[in-house]
């Protein structure tokens, strides 16, 4: 009792048809496809927006062999 039958739907389409008309109707789809066509458009610019930057190569670095020799001292309190 709480859905609609086919034939329910049939009847709202009708009506739909003979109150605004088929070439309303078409200019609407129009208008409708239009648009969802600029959305998908604009979240694919907004995609390619928000990719991040290629990082730079890094260069591998030429292995040496160094020591550096630090000498530690703690801190004394004055």
């Not at 034939?7 to 208008?31: A, P, R, Y």
Request: hydrophobic residues 45%; glycine residues 10%.
């Amino acid at each position: 009792m709480g859905s609609l039958s086919i034939w329910h739907w049939l009847i709202v389409l009708l009506i739909v048809v003979l109150v605004f008309g088929t070439s309303k109707l078409k200019n609407m789809g129009k208008d409708l496809g239009g648009a969802v066509k600029g959305f998908k458009e604009g979240l694919k610019e907004g995609e390619e927006a928000a990719k991040p930057a290629e990082a730079p190569k890094q260069v591998a670095a030429e292995k040496t062999q160094e020591v550096v020799d630090v000498k530690a001292n703690e801190k004394t309190q004055a």
